[in-house]
């Protein structure tokens, strides 16, 4: 049974929900480069020592709604089932899991502005890819600890492989999302993404006819 968040906790959900809000709709209307962190602070009216109660800086405020996904992602592999099925199906299930975990009816929107303005700003590109390459390790050291796999190359391939998958969907839903977008697409693309993997591994490389 699922204990319900005391008071305390929920101000700080509304607390932290209001900076990533704030923050992404000040870098959409000024550009990341144009808002200061005062700003941002100003706006919801509190400290900069509160903002680092939340975030590192700018920049993971700004990816918070990707960040959190992946978060509710590492929640459910500590969880899920250990059932003996392939590895790559069992992150795809946990994927999935994860964004209908986060999809409150308004985290497409933010994920959607997040991802826009990574896009845009060097600086998030590289807090992103730093942030992916800490989440991967955390990955492998749950997937360790949990399952008995090889001590070779594949579990880490198999998450590099999740993760291109993740790109290449939330790339096609940004470029072609609805008004408002729908986590139900974002999900259909992962599915999508995932089920083409196979066939690219073994694509032949024929020439093309004169």
Known sequence: MTTAPSLRERKKQRTRQALIDTALALFGEHGFGGVTLDEVCAEVEVSKRTFFRYFTGKEAVAMAPLEDMWRAFLDGLETCPADGRPLLDLLES?????????????????ALRSYR??????????????????????????????????????????????????????????????????????????????????????LPATPRAL
């Not at 975990?101 to 933010?110: E, I, L, Q």
Request: proline fraction near 6%; include cysteine; charged fraction near 25%.
């Open 94 to 110: 946990v994927l999935l899991t994860a964004l209908d975990r986060v999809a409150d009816g308004t985290w497409a929107s933010r």
């Open 117 to 202: 303005l990574l896009q845009v700003t060097p600086s998030m590109d590289a807090h992103g890819l730093h942030f992916c390459e800490d989440t991967l390790r955390s990955v492998l050291g749950i997937l360790r600890r949990r399952l008995d796999l090889p001590d070779d190359a594949r579990p880490r391939l198999a998450g590099d492989m999740l993760v291109a998958a993740w790109r290449h969907a939330l790339g096609g839903w940004a470029a072609e999302a609805e008004d408002p977008p729908s986590v139900a697409d974002l999900a259909a693309r992962v599915r999508d993404a995932m089920a083409a993997l196979p066939g690219s591994l073994t």
